[in-house]
């Protein structure tokens, strides 16, 4: 359990270290740039039973919202990062295909209700971080 939670530790520190320097990156570049961390099918949302049977193993889910809050934390230096983990907290519809992906309809041209909703909330977020304005 030890050596778990030292790997785990180990990995964190990387994804810290990875987002800053992409934030470092783009401020010398003169980029705006957020980080959204992704939903996922053990927290957020009720699975409907299409969901359940892909994605059965959802005992991440706490270690899961741990990353996301210590993620969370590069706020207090400035780094944009937003968590979409809640993105889904509505839908009664299958939004995952698998432990991470979102559902795409092959009858529809592969539209997916949920890289959609991602995608809205996700400007909607650097809408408002960055005060973008809506052109005619």
């Known amino acids: 359990r030890s050596d778990q939670q030292k790997l785990m530790d180990w990995q964190l520190g990387q994804y810290r270290k990875y987002i800053r320097v992409m934030n470092a990156t783009a401020r010398l570049y003169g980029v705006k740039a957020m980080f959204f961390l992704q939903p996922v099918p ?4 009720t699975l409907t039973e299409e969901e359940a049977r892909a994605t059965p193993d959802t005992s991440y889910g706490e270690r899961y919202a741990q990353i996301v809050r210590d993620l ?5 230096e ?5 968590s979409l983990l809640d993105v889904f907290a509505t ?4 939004i995952y295909a698998d432990s991470i992906h979102a559902y795409r309809d092959a009858q529809a041209q592969h539209e997916s209700p949920g890289y959609r909703l991602m995608a809205a909330r996700m400007a ?3 809408a408002e971080g960055w005060g973008l304005q809506i052109k005619d």
Do not use: D, H, N, S
């Open 78 to 82: 400035g780094i944009a990062v937003q």
């Open 42 to 45: 053990a927290l957020g949302k």
């Open 124 to 126: 909607r977020e650097m």
């Open 91 to 94: 839908e009664k519809r299958t």
């Open 72 to 76: 969370e934390g590069l706020r207090g």
